[in-house]
């Protein structure tokens, strides 16, 4: 089983501010790698698929990059409404694992 | 409008079932793989099962492996799970999902979640 472990597990940042998530995989995945968010009782909301791609609606500001075994999530500057839970998720191999995610919080 | 709605969760006893059903709307049901995952209170996220479209292939997470049973109907456009020997840690929210794991496009879609309270 291929285990994501994703820093920083919370982060607190202001309006504005340039957010840097990453997922580190504990081995080589393909780019079926995926990040969602996530907010208080909601279902989980695809951002980003095929490791660099935005899902459809999502705003530019979210970025995605990386390879290999080390992923990373960009948002380059952060509205309020971005404040959320950050997921990770590889499709490369089964089973499908989950990053336990990152927590975006407001300063 | 593309829209899952599932049902079926509540309250169990340890080592009872429940079955999960999850209603397919707005596309076309019998050309896609789905999915559950599940969350568990306060917790992340855990892929749990996935079904191809024609049912041919069917893939478990190992902590539900020999006591779920994922399925479909196509003519009704319905996905099921089957959970026999509930324990408590089952309890969380389960999901249904429509995505092709190898082939995620830019539209992916979830329910709103049924809880399932697995409890003495």
Request: hydrophobic share 35%.
């Amino acid at each position: 089983e291929i285990v994501l472990t994703q820093s920083p597990a919370a982060l607190s940042l202001s309006p504005g501010d340039r957010a840097t998530l990453s997922c580190r995989a504990s081995q080589t995945v393909s780019s079926y790698f995926v990040w969602y968010q996530q907010k208080p009782g909601q279902a989980p909301r695809l951002l980003i698929y095929d490791a660099s791609k935005r899902a459809t609606g999502i705003p530019a500001r979210f970025s995605g990059s990386g390879s290999g075994t080390d992923f990373t999530l960009t948002i380059s500057s952060l509205e309020p409404e971005d404040f959320a839970v950050y997921y990770c998720q590889q499709r490369s191999n089964w089973p499908l694992t989950f990053g336990q995610g990152t927590r975006l919080e407001i300063k | 409008e593309v829209q899952l709605v599932e049902s079926g969760g509540g309250l169990v006893k340890p080592g009872g079932s429940l079955r999960l059903s999850c209603a397919a709307s707005g596309f076309t049901f019998n050309s896609y793989s789905m999915n559950w995952v599940r969350q568990a209170p306060g917790k992340g996220l855990e892929w749990v099962s996935s079904i191809s479209s024609r049912s041919e292939h069917i893939l478990y997470a190992d902590s539900v492996k020999g006591r779920f049973t994922i399925s479909r109907d196509n003519a009704k456009d319905s996905l099921f799970l089957q959970m026999d020997s509930l324990r408590a840690d089952d309890t969380a929210v389960y999901y249904c999902t429509r995505f092709e794991a190898r082939n995620t496009g830019p539209d992916e879609y979830w329910g709103q979640g049924t809880l399932v309270t697995v409890s003495s």
